[in-house]
């Protein structure tokens, strides 16, 4: 399952790359909604953004996901805030960086990517040995 997700993803990167010359970093995505909400852009930034949402959506209600969320509402918008102050740390996102910049041999993306990977182990640990969690 993994395999198919990780050949849609790129498939998803380069389509929008020759159809619009854009990379395909969500953040940058999302943030072009927030900053132009009027632009000429917005029809593909939602089509975007709901062809990653629905097919979510879907999933859920046909019960496919095998494990129900164990975080509270409370730690989700704890988490989507320092994602997003992150990636405007990063002036990108995980996307951005890890599939399109490192395909585009981008230094920058490298030392993100490495930053992501880092503090992400780090936050596993400390949420699962430290904290007790999931």
């Avoid at 000429?40 to 494990?67: H, K, Q, Y």
């Avoid at 102050?85 to 993306?109: D, E, K």
Wanted: overall charge positive.
């Amino acid at each position: 399952m993994g395999l198919a997700g990780g050949a849609l993803i790129g498939a998803a990167a380069v389509l929008l790359m020759l159809a619009n010359g854009r990379i395909m970093g969500i953040a940058g995505i999302v943030g072009g909604l927030a900053q132009e909400p009027r632009s000429t852009d917005t029809a593909w930034r939602l089509a975007f953004l709901a062809g990653m949402a629905v097919p979510a959506v879907i999933a859920s209600a046909l019960g496919l996901f095998p494990v129900p969320a164990q975080m509270g509402l409370g730690m989700v918008l704890v988490a989507g805030f320092l994602v997003g102050f992150g990636s405007r740390m990063a002036n990108g996102c995980t996307s951005g960086h890890g599939i399109c910049g490192l395909a585009r041999l981008s230094p920058r993306s490298l030392a993100a990517v490495a930053t992501f990977m880092a503090v992400a182990g780090v936050t596993v640990f400390v949420i699962r040995h430290v904290l007790g969690g999931v």
